[in-house]
C-alpha cells in the first residue's frame, strides 16, 4: 500500500475518534448543540476519506460515478454542519446566508440523486489510469453536469459567509478563534474548488476531500477542546467557590436551595435540609416541604409560593418548621424566580436562616417592655391617687346619700313608693358610674400582650382627656382639646396608645406646676396629612433646654427632680412599634411641643 491510502485512512480515524469522543460529550450535556454538530461534520469528512480511497482506485466508469454521488451527500453534511457550528459556537454569522447555503446544498443533493451520474458529471464516459506519486489511480473522462453551478454558488456564499464571521469575530477581539476556525474554512474552501477544477480538467484523480476537510475537522476540534480546558478550569473554579460559600453559609447559618420547578424538586445544602427537617438523601417535593411547616403558616407560605411563580414576586417570608419531636423553629426565607428563554419560572432559588433564637430574644425583650411599661402605668395612676379618689367619691356618696333619703322616704305613713323607685334609679346610675371607673383602672392596669386593632384616635383622645379632668381641674390646670370633626382612624392597641396619651399629658401637667394659674394650659390638636395621622400635645411650661432636646426620649433621662426618665422612653418604643414616629419641638409661645405620628388605617375614616 502507498502512501496516500495510508494517510487518508489515518484522517479518516482520527476523524471518526473525534466524532464519538464529541457525541459522548454532547450525550452527557445536551445543551452542547455546538458538540453535535462537530460529531456530525468530523464523522461525515470521516467517511468521505474512506469514500475517496474507493474512488481512488474505481474500476469502472459506473463505479467512480457511484462513489462520487454518495461523496456528494457526504460533502454536503460537511458543509451544513459547519454552516451551523460557526453560528453557535462563535454566535456570528447572517442567518440568511447560513439558510441560503444550506438550501442550495439540499437543492445539490437533489439534482445528484436525480441525476442518471452525479451532480459534478452528467457523464462518465471513461476512466484514464496514471500513475501517480507512486500509485496508478484514476482520472474521469465526461461531460460536466451543467448543476454544477449551484455547488459553485454554495461555495462562494460559503466563503462570504465565514469572511463575514471572521471579520465579526476579529472586532470583537476574538483573534484567536477568527483565525484557527475561520481562516481554516477559508482555506479548506480555495483548496476544494481548486482540486476540484482540476479533477474535472483530468489534473488529479481526485478532489482530495479526505485531506482537506481534515483541517476543518481539526480547527473544529481545536476550538472544542479549547472550550474544554476553559469548561473544566471553569469547573473546578466553581467548586473551590461553592466550597467557600458553603463554609461562609455554615458559619452564618444560611442554607441555600434551589427549586426545579419543572421536575418539583427541592436541592440545596445540608444547612438548608436540616432546617427543614430532612434527611441528606431524602427526595424534597414541594408537597413534602409543606408537611414539615407548622399548619398555622401553610397557607401564607403557598400564597408566597403562589405569588413568585405567577407574579415574579421575590420570596420573603418567615414561618416555622415542625421538627421530627414536634418542637417549632422559626425560619426566615428570600428567594426568586429564575425564567427561561419563554418567560415561565423554571427555578426558584434562594436562602433560609433559622431565626429562632431571635425571635426568642425578641420575644423575651418584648415581655420586658411590656412589665417595664406596667409598672410605668401604675406609677402614673399612683400619681392619679387623689383624683381618682375623688372621682369615685362623687358616685358613692351620691349613692349614700340617696340610700339614706330612700330610708326616709320608706318610713313615711304611707310610704312614698314613687321617690323611692326615682332614688333606686339614681343609685343604680351612680353605681355603673362607679363601676365604669374602676374598670377603666383596671383594664389599664392589667398586664396584657399587645392587641391589634383599628381604633378611632380621636374617640381615644377623648376618653383620656375625661380620665385627666379630675387631675386637672385639682391642679388648676386647663386641658383643650383641638380636634377635627373627621379624623382617619389607625391600627393600634388601645391601652398603648392611651399609655402615651396619658405620659404625654402627665409630663405637661407636671412641667405646669410651678407656674401661675393664668398661665397653666394644655392644648391637644389632632390632624391628618398623606395617609399619616398627627397628635401633638402643647404646654406654655419651661420646655427643653438645647442639649435635652435630642435625649428627650432616652432611657432615664428626666428634667424632673423625682421623674424615673422612662416614660418618654416608654412613649417612643410604643410609637416606634406602631410604625409611627415621636419628638419634641420648641413652642414658640413658650413651652414644648411633643408630637407623634400613626400611619393611617387604610380606607377607614372616624367622624
Known sequence: MSWIPQVWSVAAGVCFGLAGLHFLVWLRSRESTASLLFSIAAFAAGATGLQEIFLLRAQTATEYGELLRWMHLSVAIIVIASVWFIRLHLRAGRLWLAWSISGLRALVLIVNFQAPTNATFSEITSLRFVPWLGEVFSIPIGEPNPWRVLIQASTVLLLIYVVDVGITTWRRVDRRRAVILCGAITAVIVLGVIFSQLMVWQIMPGPFSGLIFLLIVLAMA??????????????????????????????????????????????????????????????????????????????????????????????????????????????????????????????????????????????????????????????????????????????????????????????????????????????????????????????????????????????????????????????????????????????????????????????????????????????????????????????????FSADRMHSAFEPFMSTKRTGTGIGLAICKTIIDSHGGRIWAEHNPGGGAILRFTLPAAQGVVAT
Not at 461562609?248 to 426545579?260: S, V
Not at 424534597?284 to 415574579?312: K, M, N, P
Not at 392589667?446 to 380620665?467: C, D, G
Not at 387631675?471 to 399609655?499: C, H, K, N
Open 222 to 543: 481545536t476550538e472544542l477542546s479549547i472550550d474544554l480546558i476553559r469548561a473544566r478550569q471553569t469547573a473546578a473554579d466553581l467548586r473551590r467557590s461553592e466550597a467557600w460559600m458553603s463554609h461562609a453559609a455554615l458559619a452564618a447559618n444560611l442554607g441555600m436551595w434551589d427549586w426545579d420547578i419543572t421536575r418539583d424538586r427541592i436541592s440545596g445544602t445540608r444547612s438548608g435540609l436540616v432546617q427543614a427537617g430532612l434527611a441528606d438523601d431524602e427526595r424534597l417535593t414541594l408537597e413534602r416541604f409543606l408537611e414539615s411547616v407548622h399548619a398555622e403558616d401553610r397557607g401564607s407560605v403557598r400564597q408566597a409560593i403562589r405569588r413568585v411563580v405567577e407574579d415574579g414576586e421575590p420570596v420573603d417570608i418567615e414561618y416555622r418548621m415542625v421538627d421530627s419531636r414536634g418542637g417549632a423553629r422559626w425560619i426566615s426565607a428570600r428567594g426568586e424566580a429564575d425564567r427561561g428563554p419563554d418567560g415561565k419560572p423554571r427555578h426558584v432559588r434562594g436562602v433560609t436562616i433559622d431565626v429562632t433564637s431571635q425571635k426568642r430574644k425578641d420575644a423575651e425583650l418584648q415581655q420586658q417592655r411590656d412589665q417595664l411599661a406596667h409598672i410605668q402605668r401604675v406609677s402614673a395612676l399612683g400619681q392619679l391617687s387623689s383624683a381618682l379618689a375623688h372621682e369615685i367619691s362623687q358616685p358613692l356618696g351620691a349613692m349614700l346619700r340617696n340610700a339614706e333619703a330612700g330610708e326616709l322616704y320608706l318610713k313615711k305613713t304611707p310610704p312614698e313608693l314613687d321617690e323611692v323607685n326615682a332614688i333606686l334609679g339614681d343609685i343604680q346610675r351612680d353605681g355603673k358610674r362607679a363601676a365604669a371607673i374602676i374598670d377603666r383602672m383596671r383594664s389599664f392596669l392589667m398586664p396584657r400582650e399587645s392587641v391589634l386593632e383599628t381604633l378611632e384616635l380621636k374617640e381615644l383622645l377623648e376618653q383620656v382627656a375625661t380620665f385627666l379632668r379630675a387631675e386637672f381641674r385639682a391642679y388648676d390646670t386647663r386641658l383643650v382639646l383641638d380636634l377635627p370633626r373627621v379624623l382617619p382612624a389607625v391600627r393600634g392597641d388601645r391601652i398603648q396608645l392611651q399609655q402615651v396619651v396619658l405620659n404625654l399629658l402627665l409630663n405637661s401637667l407636671e412641667a405646669l406646676s410651678e407656674f401661675p394659674s393664668e398661665r397653666r394650659e394644655v392644648v391637644i390638636r389632632a390632624s391628618s396629612m398623606a395617609g399619616v395621622v398627627e397628635v401633638a400635645v402643647f404646654d406654655s411650661g419651661p420646655g
